[in-house]
């Protein structure tokens, strides 16, 4: 009897130039694919940052007025050590992002500011995978930029947006899901996954107050064993994963 193999996961697409990654909080990137958009900025592709919140409600040691401000500086400083420059905060509340009309407008319009061609976006399901619960954040936040790739193109849903002069987007040919149970494509991590360690380090009280573990040790550990892990069906080379929806 043969042994079942593990299907092997797909290059991520290449024909592209502009990204714009959407989710929900600070560090999310970090955390999920930020070894990719490294090698990607490294290409010449440009790259920007959307995110739903300021991660004001991620530090029990802190007050959301005190929180917010440090995460937002730590995200920019985390953004660029993989060569993203334009980071934007869309301010819904941290904890308690409601899916819905509100938010699916406000993605879109970002979608129509930046005009990518490929769309980023963290984990929309119940769980990462068996029974590790989900945030509600990440799922709401994960759900709108699903929705909202459509949205942009559509001239008639939200049309206050063409009021503003954002002008329907219908150029995006892929939303890239990272931290999903259920992946389809992968991208080398190999050249970024150092400035992943870096970038990750930049959410430094973030962590601190997330862990006992030395910050590096912690990081490091993660990420390496995380791009390893998917690496084993990606012909064995460190690699960053994705659930691909095309349009």
Do not use: K
């Not at 130039?17 to 990607?40: F, K, N, Q, T």
């Not at 904890?95 to 879109?108: C, F, H, S």
Request: aromatic share 8%; net charge negative.
């Amino acid at each position: 009897m043969t042994e079942p193999t593990t299907p092997q996961l797909t290059p991520m697409p290449e024909d592209w130039r502009r990204a714009l990654a959407v989710v929900a909080h600070p560090d999310d990137l970090e955390y999920g694919c930020s070894a990719a958009i490294a090698a990607w900025t490294d290409a010449g592709r440009e790259v920007a940052y959307v995110l739903a919140t300021r991660g004001e409600a991620g530090i029990d040691t802190l007050a959301p007025a005190e929180c917010a401000p440090l995460r937002e500086r730590e995200q920019r400083a985390s953004a660029a050590v993989v060569g993203v420059s334009t980071v934007e905060f869309l301010d819904h509340r941290d904890g308690v992002i409601e899916y819905g009309p509100a938010l699916r407008r406000d993605i879109a319009a970002a979608i129509r500011r930046h005009r990518p061609e490929l769309v980023i976006t963290l984990n929309h399901r119940d769980t990462w995978g068996g029974v590790a619960w989900n945030t509600p954040d990440h799922v709401a936040v994960g759900r709108a930029v699903l929705d909202a790739a459509g949205d942009a193109g559509n001239r008639w849903i939200f049309p206050e947006l063409t009021e503003r002069g954002l002008q329907p987007w219908d150029g995006v040919r892929w939303v890239a899901v990272a931290g999903s149970a259920t992946p389809t494509h992968a991208a080398d991590a190999s050249a970024g996954l150092e400035r992943a360690v870096a970038s990750l380090l930049e959410h430094r009280a973030y962590i601190e107050a997330l862990t006992d573990e030395e910050p590096e040790t912690y990081v490091r550990g993660f990420l390496t064993e995380v791009a390893r892990s998917v690496g084993e069906r990606f012909g064995g080379t460190p690699a960053v994963a994705f659930e691909l929806f095309a349009r």
